[in-house]
């Protein structure tokens, strides 16, 4: 059993930037990777950016190439997101995965 927990989220002005993180709880995260998705309003969940949790090598979706930085800490079983340039489509709900688990979900409004 894995437990998740994101934190975070907010409202910020486009341009702007957030920090997400996901907690984790349960047993070892080593050997697989970690996600990020997220949904908006009306539209299905869709990936955002993955990280190997052994290696850190990262993979992220073409709309947010270049404004988002994953990250891990192993020792703290944490991984985070950084989010800059902040585009009012980036406005979602953010969700962390690993396996078959996720975490509640963190609202992140981009908005003027």
């Known amino acids: 059993q894995v437990h998740l927990a994101e934190s975070g989220g907010g409202l910020v002005q486009p341009g702007g930037s957030l920090r997400l993180s996901c907690a984790a709880s349960g047993r070892s995260l080593s050997g697989d990777d970690m996600k990020w998705f997220r949904q908006a309003p009306g539209k299905e969940r869709e990936f955002v950016a993955r990280?190997?949790?052994?290696?850190?090598?990262?993979y992220y979706a073409d709309s947010v190439k270049g404004r988002f930085t994953i990250s891990r800490d192993s020792a703290k079983n944490t991984m985070d997101l950084q989010m800059n340039s902040l585009k009012p489509e980036d406005t979602a709900v953010y969700y962390c995965?690993?396996?078959?688990?996720w975490g509640q979900g963190t609202q992140v409004t981009v908005s003027s």
């Open positions: 990280i190997w949790w052994n290696t850190g090598f990262t």
């Open positions: 995965n690993f396996q078959s688990y």
